[in-house]
């Protein structure tokens, strides 16, 4: 099955800095990527998702990079702010017909200092 | 995206007693799972709830542990049965309409055995 390993574990950056989120996965056949962020005590939210006929996409501060021949993305967050401290995590659908059977990452805590 | 009602949000049970959560959308959709999210953890597939027909689920989650219905296209439940400690987690339904796509979570349950 898929596997999504996610590093860093924890991700501590100032206020105005950018911060970058990696994930790779097993699956070569994986064509869905989305990123949710989830603030404690709720449920995680979608904040992007790249297809695998994409390369990046981009959606104001938030911007996903998707490397298919290395099995690798990454979600990009520039001139952070402290609303976005949160855990953030990546997913991947296999390929096939696993569909809306997310495997997820570990999770970034995310912390922005102001 | 879909508004997705999950009850209860939270609860307190006793050891070998069950646990009904419900989880309603406000459309149809083709789509919905249930996921559990062990304390500080990521999220991990239960299983498939399927409209009509027995659920599917996945490696080490069992029928008779989480028993699930789809009477419908907005509806379905998961029972947690014959609880212990190590059930006590947030369970998550998520609801997807293309091809298991953009999925979006309900607010969740919080569940606590003792």
């Known amino acids: 099955g898929e596997n999504v390993e996610q590093h860093p574990s924890t991700l501590s950056v100032q206020e105005g800095d950018s911060a970058v989120i990696k994930c790779t996965y097993s699956?070569?056949?994986?064509?869905?990527f989305p990123w949710y962020k989830q603030e404690l005590g709720k449920r995680p939210q979608l904040i992007i998702d790249?297809?695998?006929?994409?390369g990046e996409k981009k959606d104001q501060r938030i911007a996903v990079t998707l490397n298919k021949t290395a099995k690798h993305f990454s979600l990009h967050i520039t001139e952070t702010q402290p609303e976005d401290s949160a855990v953030y995590f990546c997913?991947?659908?296999?390929?096939?017909?696993?569909?809306?059977?997310?495997?997820f990452g570990q999770g970034t805590i995310l912390t922005v200092h102001p | 995206s879909a508004v997705i009602s999950q009850k209860p949000s939270r609860d307190i049970c006793q050891r070998g007693t069950s646990l009904t959560i419900q989880c309603q959308v406000d459309s149809q959709v083709t789509m919905m799972f249930w996921y559990r999210q062990q304390p500080g953890q990521s999220l991990t597939l239960i299983a498939t709830?399927?409209?009509?027909?027995?659920?599917?689920?996945e490696s080490g989650f069992v029928i008779d542990k989480f028993p699930i219905s789809r009477p419908n296209l907005t509806f379905s439940t998961l029972t947690v049965s014959n609880m212990s400690p190590e059930d006590s987690s947030i369970y998550l339904c998520?609801?997807?309409?293309?091809?298991?796509?953009?999925?979006?979570f309900g607010s969740g349950t919080q569940l606590s055995v003792l």
């Open positions: 699956d070569s056949a994986s064509n869905y």
């Open positions: 790249i297809r695998s006929n994409v």
């Open positions: 709830a399927n409209q009509g027909s027995e659920a599917t689920y």
């Open positions: 998520s609801v997807g309409r293309i091809n298991g796509e953009k999925l979006f």
């Open positions: 997913a991947a659908i296999p390929g096939g017909t696993s569909y809306g059977k997310l495997t």
